[in-house]
Nanobody
Framework: EDQVESGGGSVQAGESLRLSCAAS??????????IAWYRQAPGPWSSCELV?????????RYSESVKGRFTISQDATKNTVYLQMNNLKPEDAAVYYC??????????????WGRGTQVTVSS
């Protein structure tokens, strides 16, 4: 697995992080696909959550759990995708993955995804 994602860390509730995704490989392999951020929280009962997506044209979508706090963006080349996470909450703690938008995914990561980046939020 390549190191696609970066920027995770340990923060206090209310603080911010910005995640980065090296998306060029996904753009080449899946040129018609949006790029998505997924997250997998710890625990046997958690599922993979589709957090946000961005299209090649810049159209964005967010899950209700992060709407208003997270912002997805991409650089001018569209090969780096960012996830700005503000006002982080303990429930945002997870491993975050960047991948082509594959809709609902039961468990992260899927084959071909990166290693993810860990986000820890303490209250």
């Amino acid at each position: 697995e390549d190191q696609v994602e970066s920027g995770g860390g340990s923060v206090q509730a209310g603080e911010s992080l910005r995640l980065s995704c090296a998306a060029s490989r996904f753009r080449l392999m899946f040129p018609l696909s949006d790029i998505a951020w997924y997250r997998q929280a710890p625990g046997p009962w958690s599922s993979c959550e589709l957090v946000s997506t961005i299209s090649d044209g810049g159209h964005t979508r967010y899950s209700e759990s992060v709407k208003g706090r997270f912002t997805i963006s991409q650089d001018a080349t569209k090969n780096t995708v960012y996830l700005q996470m503000n006002n982080l909450k303990p429930e945002d703690a997870a491993v975050y993955y960047c991948a082509p938008d594959d809709g609902a995914v039961e468990q992260c990561p899927l084959e071909g995804w990166g290693r993810g980046t860990q986000v820890t939020v303490s209250s």
